[in-house]
T-cell receptor
Framework: DAGVIQSPRHEVTEMGQEVTLRCKPI?????LFWYRQTMMRGLELLIY????????DSGMPEDRFSAKMPNASFSTLKIQPSEPRDSAVYFC?????????????FGSGTQLSVL | GQQVMQIPQYQHVQEGEDFTTYCNSS?????IQWYKQRPGGHPVFLIQ?????EVKKQKRLTFQFGEAKKNSSLHITATQTTDVGTYFC?????????FGQGTELSVKP
C-alpha cells in the first residue's frame, strides 16, 4: 500500500493567493482528517470526514479555509486568500475505523510558506 | 474545549538514561494513542490504550493508561540515539483525536 499521499510536499506562495492542498487516503479507509502543525500550537485538528461527509469542522480557523471530500479517494483543503500566519505543515491522515477509533496513518505533509 | 496536556515539552538525556513523558486530559477519554514524529517526518502510530489501568510494553517502551482514563505515560528505558524525536499522546473523545503538545526528546551519545 502506498500510504496516505499528499501533494504538494512544499508550497511557497504570496499573501492573498489561493492555496489548494491535496490528499489521497489509504484505500478502504473511511475516515479522513486534516491537521495543521506549528511550533506554537502543535498539531491542531482542522476538520474530519467520515464516509466523505464532514463531521466536525470546528477546528477550521476561519472562513478562508474550506475542505472537501468529493469521493472516498480524494480530499482537498483550500485557503483563499492565504495569509502569512497560515504558514505551517498541513497533514492529512486516514483510518479505517469510523469516528477515529483506529490508528491514524499520516501523509508526509505539505510545508506551506505564505510570504 | 477539551485539552490534552503533555509534559515536559523538551527532554535532553544522555544515551542510556531513562525518559518519561506524561499526558493529562481535562475529561475522560475513550482511549489514548501514542505517536512518534522524527525530525522532518510525520507522526507514526506507536500504540493504543483502551482499558482503565492498562499497561503495554514494546521492547524498551512502556505505556500506561490511568485508572480514571484521564492520564497516560510513556516510559523509555535506556534511551538510544534512535529514540530521538517528538512523542505525542492523542486522546479520543467522540470522533475526535486531540493531540498533546508533544515531548521532544534529544539523546546525547
Amino acid at each position: 500500500d502506498a500510504g496516505v499521499i499528499q501533494s504538494p510536499r512544499h508550497e511557497v506562495t504570496e499573501m492573498g493567493q489561493e492555496v489548494t492542498l491535496r490528499c489521497k487516503p489509504i484505500s478502504g479507509h473511511n475516515s479522513l482528517f486534516w491537521y495543521r502543525q506549528t511550533m506554537m500550537r502543535g498539531l491542531e485538528l482542522l476538520i474530519y470526514f467520515n464516509n466523505n461527509v464532514p463531521i466536525d469542522d470546528s477546528g477550521m480557523p476561519e472562513d478562508r479555509f474550506s475542505a472537501k471530500m468529493p469521493n472516498a479517494s480524494f480530499s482537498t483543503l483550500k485557503i483563499q486568500p492565504s495569509e502569512p500566519r497560515d504558514s505551517a505543515v498541513y497533514f492529512c491522515a486516514s483510518t479505517q475505523h469510523g469516528g477515529g477509533a483506529g490508528k491514524l496513518f499520516f501523509g508526509s505533509g505539505t510545508q506551506l510558506s505564505v510570504l | 474545549g477539551q485539552q490534552v496536556m503533555q509534559i515536559p515539552q523538551y527532554q535532553h538525556v544522555q544515551e542510556g538514561e531513562d525518559f518519561t513523558t506524561y499526558c493529562n486530559s481535562s475529561t475522560t477519554l475513550s482511549n489514548i494513542q501514542w505517536y512518534k514524529q522524527r525530525p522532518g517526518g510525520h507522526p507514526v502510530f506507536l500504540i493504543q490504550l483502551v482499558k482503565s489501568g492498562e499497561v503495554k510494553k514494546q521492547k524498551r517502551l512502556t505505556f500506561q493508561f490511568g485508572e480514571a482514563k484521564k492520564n497516560s505515560s510513556l516510559h523509555i528505558t535506556a534511551t538510544q540515539t534512535t529514540d530521538v524525536g517528538t512523542y505525542f499522546c492523542a486522546g479520543q473523545k467522540g470522533g475526535k483525536l486531540i493531540f498533546g503538545q508533544g515531548t521532544e526528546l534529544s539523546v546525547k551519545p
